[in-house]
């Protein structure tokens, strides 16, 4: 019998991956996983406004969140191209979401429609005919923000993204499916678990696949300070000899060609070497557009 490795090494000779629609018939998944640990008190700066770092990054994950819903809207329907699950951690992990939605795991978009936990006002740049303009908005919140964890255990969120994933590959792991991606969003170093052990966890996650590509697996980390940001790299050599980035690096994923359009806009450059799916040192501003990249868009418009 062929094993699933050959039959999906075939798959990647005969297809460029990464490449499938996303429809209700091949839907993709989403996991945020939000770094809740008490170091996110600290303060940051968002469209003007100093909040904690949780609460900025609580109110962009929302916003992408908000966006991901809103793509799947198509008449007077909200379709199910997606399965989005949230993740908190700190000294345990744990379903992120809130409200009618707490304690679960993967949502479908249209859950996420009918059960906001509740909608907040804030201040956001908006473009306008006499230039860009802070204005009050209202937005919907899923996830709420929080600081309170007492140690940082990235290696239990890591177990609950792979459970999850098992479960959600069971469903669609021989579907021409665009792979699930994994964002995770902390402030700094993971404590509990060795280097070793959370790479070995992040590449086990990495080598999930769909028939459309292995799963992706995003770090992002954000930082208040005033630092040389790192930026989806191409290389070791960018990080200039951090630890803790090349840990990151590490961990993460290396991307289809396909983000290095929206990545070059980003860094502005361009290159045809694909580049490494983590950043270091991030401020809100840049959180922001990382997390639009990491959301991919090719949904068909008929399915």
Known sequence: MESKNNKHLKMQQTKEAYTAQITRYTPTAFIFLIDQSVSMRR??????????????????????????????????EVRHYYDIALIGYGAEAYSGWSGELAGRDFVSPEEMKNHPYKVITVREEKRTRKGVQVKEVEKVQWLEARCDGSWTHLHKALDKAKALLETWMEKHHDKDCYPPTIINITDG????????????????????????????????????????????PVSKDELGGNEYAETLYDMSSLLPSRYNKPISDLRGDATDERHVAMSANVDMTTLIQLMDIGTPTNISQSK
């Not at 900025?56 to 994950?61: E, K, L, T």
């Not at 678990?193 to 070995?200: D, F, G, L, P, Y």
């Not at 292995?214 to 790192?230: A, G, M, R, S, Y």
Request: proline share 1%; glycine share 2%; hydrophobic share 40%.
């Open 43 to 76: 303060k940051t700066t968002l469209y003007s406004e100093e909040i904690t770092l949780a609460e900025a990054v609580a109110r962009i994950v929302n916003n992408q969140m908000n966006e991901l819903v809103l793509r799947c809207i198509k008449t007077n």
């Open 189 to 232: 170093e993971f404590n509990g678990a060795t280097k070793e052990h959370v790479i070995q966890q992040a590449n086990e996650i990495k080598a999930m696949f769909t028939n459309d590509g292995n799963v992706l697996l995003w770090n992002i980390h954000v930082t208040p300070d005033k630092v040389e940001q790192v930026l989806l």
